[in-house]
């Protein structure tokens, strides 16, 4: 839900921050005051095309900032993208006068995909004009299966998915061709894989030996240099000075180096146990470097990890037993590609059975909801005919309509007018939102051309809708915005040949006023009462 909007420096806009509510909420104002403004804004935080021109006349950028109501799905994309939330979340987007776009979460920096994919199913802005999914017969089928609600449809997304790979792997194993070298080339490569007798495991064991190896050669070096230092200089070198100190008659001296030359050996006899304790094997260092060489050199050779290389053995393998064995292998496939489609078309036939039943269902709700916006001679009907096999299953799905008596039911795209097609839209929107992400839907003007009971059933439909998600509606029409929990007027003011757009929000008494000047074009006594009297009463409605 939209809790704020701020907006700065945009097309006729200064600056300013509207605090919005739950609800159904509506925004009046002259025709030019900049209504649609409003609606440009937050359509704009959702990633719509921007380009400078919508910056006002004189600043280097526009400023669009919305404060929304954090949602379980927009939870989920904030905590995978590593964003911190609390139970709101801030997005802005800066215009540059280049035309170039800066995207903030929380004040944060982030791609203008990742803002499209928090708002992209939560903000639903409609008009007369924005219509097209609902003309896209193609999109009926969505529709549908959106109001059914099962996990159906995919089960057969799934099952087409695996028939389409096995009869494309068919297709290519039918099509491809083989000669005598090919079949030389593919065993030569499976001899050689095979006579390295590679194991993935063994690469990381060579490493290790290898490793532990190259330690013992260091340290046998470095007992090597001891060794000779002690051999050919220490023990001769101690020898002699141990002569001297007793031609001195010094027996502490000779006592204490004799301790010495005793704890010297001892050390030296334990550092002989320590070398000898090692298992130095040259002839298996040299199968742990040969078995590296020959690994590495197949790695580099077929640019592929040890795993890889098997897996590459084993298609070989497949391959060479497909060529000389063509016939068998292609009826096999075929056995497989036809075991795939009898799956596919039980789960399709399965859908089809649900598609047929919940579409009279879907028929039945739309009808009662067209009759509840005045069309009451409407008929409409789900057409549901086999199609070729797809991943959405056998069906070929589309919309006819009939809005007047006596009219053949069409196609819904050469049926329905403008008016009419908005409140069909509106009708179907109170079935779907339900069953979508949507949290914010926007209703650009839609009431356009329709007044009295028309323009009261609509607004009661947007009343209705608004008991479970928060509804925008641009309106001209004093019964619909009387409907309204909430009403902001948009304000155009010129000064110093400037023109400005504000929003005000409005307490019962500016309604009744605004209710007064949107009827009789003035304020007076009897538009007053009126005013009021259509407030109160239309205030009280709970559909």
């Known amino acids: 839900m939209l809790r704020n909007l701020y907006i700065k420096n ?75 939330y609390d139970e709101t979340i801030m997005i802005t987007r800066e215009i540059k006068i280049d035309g170039k776009s800066v995207y903030r979460l929380n004040n944060r920096v982030v791609n203008g995909l990742l803002v499209n994919e928090c708002l992209g199913d939560i903000i639903d802005i409609h008009s007369q004009h924005d219509n097209q999914y609902l003309l896209n017969k193609n999109k009926h089928i969505d529709l549908l299966d959106q109001y059914m609600d099962d996990k159906l449809n995919q089960d057969v997304k799934k099952s087409y998915q695996h028939y389409y790979q096995l009869n494309k792997q068919l297709q290519d194993d039918i099509n491809q061709s083989f000669n005598e070298q ?80 005793i704890n010297i050996e001892d050390v030296m006899e334990q550092l002989d146990n320590y070398i000898h304790d090692f298992n130095i094997d040259e002839d298996t260092i040299n199968h742990v470097e040969e078995r590296l060489f020959l690994i590495n050199k197949l790695k580099h050779k077929y640019n592929r990890s040890v795993e890889e290389i098997l897996t590459y053995r084993t298609q070989l393998i497949e391959k060479v037993d497909m060529i000389n064995n063509r016939q068998d292998h292609l009826t096999q496939r075929q056995a497989e590609v036809n075991e795939a489609y009898a799956l596919f078309l039980e789960d399709a036939k399965k859908l089809h059975a649900l598609r047929v039943k919940k579409a009279k269902e ?97 607004a009661q439909k947007m009343k209705y809708l608004s008991k479970t998600i928060q509804v925008f509606a641009i309106t001209h029409l004093p019964i619909v915005a009387s409907y309204a929990n909430h009403q902001y007027k948009v304000i155009k003011t010129t000064k110093d040949d400037t023109t400005v757009t504000s929003v005000i929000s409005l307490n019962k008494n500016q309604r009744i006023n605004e209710l007064a000047l949107m009827a009789n074009g003035k304020i007076d006594d009897a538009g007053l009462s009126a005013a009021q009297a259509l407030l109160e009463s239309n205030q009280s409605w709970e559909g």
């Open 10 to 84: 945009f097309i006729l806009v200064d600056e300013l921050s509207i605090d919005f509510e739950g609800g159904f909420n509506v925004l009046t104002g002259e025709t030019g005051a900049g209504k649609s403004i409003i609606i440009d804004a937050i359509s704009l935080l959702s990633r719509k095309k921007a380009n400078s021109s919508l910056i006002k006349k004189g600043k280097d950028k526009a400023i669009i900032q919305g404060v929304f109501d954090i949602d379980y799905n927009m939870g989920k994309i904030l905590e995978e993208a590593g964003l911190d």
């Open 182 to 261: 090919d079949i030389d080339y593919y065993q030569f490569i499976i001899d050689e894989i095979t006579s390295a007798h590679l194991d993935p495991n063994e690469e990381y064991e060579l490493k290790q030996k290898e490793e532990g190896y190259k330690a013992i050669k260091n340290n046998l070096a470095k007992y090597e240099t001891i060794k000779h230092i002690y051999d050919d200089s220490l023990y001769p070198g101690l020898y002699e000075v141990q002569k001297l100190f007793r031609s001195f008659k010094m027996d502490d001296l000779d006592n204490t180096l004799s301790s010495a030359i």
């Open 362 to 458: 879907l028929e039945e709700q739309v009808i009662a909801n067209l009759k509840d916006l005045m069309l009451n001679n409407a008929r409409f009907k789900i057409m549901i005919e086999e199609s070729n096999p797809s991943s959405k299953g056998i069906d070929n799905v589309e919309f006819y309509i009939a809005m007047n008596a006596g009219e053949d039911l069409k196609p819904l795209h050469k049926t329905a007018s403008g008016g009419e097609l908005s409140r069909l839209m509106l009708g179907l929107k109170v079935i779907f939102a339900k069953l979508t992400n949507v949290e914010t839907i926007i209703f650009d003007e839609i009431d356009t051309g329709v007044s009295g009971q028309v323009a009261a059933a609509i």
